[in-house]
């Protein structure tokens, strides 16, 4: 498969787990280049002519900005965009606050539109859109109240923008299982935090990611698992409330804990 070949391509959360593996392979294809972007680049490799490292807050329209206006002193076009950075909390939720729901909402959910509204922007040349969602966009799970509702949303909002995008944009939703990085762990500041079933490695993640950009595909599921479960759960939604509940006795044990 060649359509990756010779692409100009900015991958946010480039830094560590799927975004660094992606990275990996990415660099690997002839004549590619891809900006990089991450808050903290100091673990991205610069690659002269390939891989260029770009610190920015991508949670604020502002630090969108600064990567496409970034990117325009390193290619003339940009051929595609992989948002893929985000985050989660595992908490109960007790006490209002609205800067902490806010915080999780402009990164999970405002940046990957606003970046899509940026990349179509006055131009109908054929580009490639890639949003990491989440399996728990699609499945509840305890603890995880507020990431998977940002998850949700922006779920909805790619399969909603798929009947007014313009026929050059292939968009391409992703929807991972648990992967084996320290995502979770940074999403309680613990370590030994444990993963939702089932899990991936990141590496398993970023090679199926790539390969179903390469073929075109609309959606990508990584774990055949869940891509097998998760219709099953709809029809029979007993099975998802019981994967829910199991989950949760989980969680709840290790938050006692």
């Not at 891989?51 to 990567?67: A, K, L």
């Not at 209002?96 to 959910?109: A, M, Q, R, S």
């Not at 507020?146 to 313009?166: I, N």
Request: charge should be positive; hydrophobic fraction near 40%.
């Amino acid at each position: 498969m060649k359509k990756l070949y010779g692409k100009n391509i900015i991958l946010t959360g480039a830094s560590s787990g799927i975004g660094r593996e992606m990275l990996n392979i990415l660099s690997l294809y002839s004549d590619v280049k891809i900006v990089a972007v991450a808050r903290h680049i100091e673990n991205i490799p610069r690659i002269d002519g390939v891989i260029y490292p770009f610190s920015s807050d991508v949670s604020t329209s502002e630090g969108v900005d600064s990567v496409f206006e970034y990117a325009q002193t390193v290619f003339d076009k940009i051929d595609i965009f992989i948002a893929n950075a985000g985050f989660a909390y595992l908490e109960k939720l007790n006490a209002p606050d609205w800067e902490h729901i806010e915080k999780i909402y402009n990164l999970n959910v405002f940046s990957p539109i606003y970046s899509l509204e940026k990349l179509v922007e006055k131009d109908s040349s054929p580009k490639i859109f890639v949003c990491t969602i989440s399996g728990a966009g699609l499945a509840p799970l305890h603890g995880y109240s507020l990431y998977c509702s940002t998850k949700a949303a922006l779920h909805q909002f790619v399969q909603t923008y798929r009947y007014e995008k313009k026929n050059s944009l292939q968009l391409t939703a992703v929807y991972p299982v648990a992967t084996k990085t320290d995502f979770f762990d940074k999403a309680t500041g613990k370590q030994g935090t444990p993963l939702p079933f089932p899990t991936q490695s990141a590496k398993t993640v970023a090679k199926k990611i790539i390969r179903g950009i390469e073929l075109g595909k609309k959606n990508i599921y990584p774990s055949l698992l869940f891509k097998i479960f998760y219709p099953i759960g709809r029809a029979f939604p007993f099975l998802m409330k019981m994967y829910s509940l199991i989950e949760k006795k989980k969680t709840e044990k290790w938050l006692r804990s």
